[in-house]
């Protein structure tokens, strides 16, 4: 989330015109941007340790047969003695591309209708429930989105399937049509909802306000300075 934040806020600020304004274009590309960013660097290997750690106890026949995976530590060191640096990053394209229209749903809904719902009530600040609504509301955007992109990417990334990361997407997608149907991309859709939307309300509650109070200490400091 600091990375998302922080990314997004950086970006945005780069595309600002002369007078500080950002058009909703820009605060789209800033998104896709600041997805990109988090994805490379956090994401995508946390996210392939997590599932690989998920599916082993999944297909594991007897609940008492030793896992492969000890912990998130021992999967990411056993992944990388196995298979090399490179297997956390399975999936990078797809799960870079899953965040980018994530967060570019979610900031560009997100900023459209706290215009909106400034402008209705005529207030340069909105309350702190509304703001946990509205990030709610923009946060079912992304899953809403991007469901086939998530699923194909968790699929390569619990198997071990070979060849490139092209080969890996067609293998692993044209299975799923085959053996699944269409649907079977939307898998997991309403568990995915109900843990990103409640989890984006919150944050950005706690960023509207956290950023608040950071400019109104700015102020606070920078008036003796003017003096």
């Not at 896709?32 to 996210?47: C, F, I, K, N, Q």
């Not at 998920?54 to 998130?72: C, E, F, G, T, V």
């Not at 340069?124 to 509301?137: D, K, N």
Request: no cysteine.
């Amino acid at each position: 989330m600091a990375i998302r934040f922080s990314s997004f806020e950086l970006y945005k600020s780069w595309m600002a015109d002369a007078q500080g304004k950002v058009s909703t274009t820009s605060v789209f590309f800033a998104g896709l941007a600041a997805g990109t960013t988090e994805a490379v660097l956090v994401v995508s290997p946390m996210d392939l340790i997590k599932i690989r750690l998920q599916a082993q106890r999944h297909s594991m026949a007897d609940p008492l047969d030793i896992p492969k995976y000890r912990n998130a530590p021992h999967a990411a060191y056993t992944i990388i003695k196995e298979e090399g640096i490179r297997a956390l990053y399975k999936g990078v394209t797809l799960t870079a591309l899953r965040q980018a229209t994530n967060q570019a749903a979610n900031f560009t809904a997100y900023q459209e209708m706290k215009k909106i719902a400034q402008r209705l009530q005529d207030v340069s600040e909105l309350p702190s429930y509304q703001h946990l609504i509205l990030g709610g509301v923009s946060g079912a955007m992304g899953p809403l989105s991007n469901a086939p992109i998530d699923t194909i990417k968790t699929r390569i990334q619990k198997s071990i399937v070979p060849g490139s990361g092209y080969e890996r997407f067609k293998t692993v997608t044209s299975e799923i049509m085959k053996k699944e149907g269409f649907f079977a991309f939307y898998k997991g859709l309403t568990p995915r909802l109900l843990r990103v939307a409640p989890g984006q309300a919150v944050t950005f509650m706690v960023y509207e306000k956290v950023r608040a109070l950071l400019d109104q200490f700015t102020e606070k400091a920078e008036i003796p300075l003017a003096k």
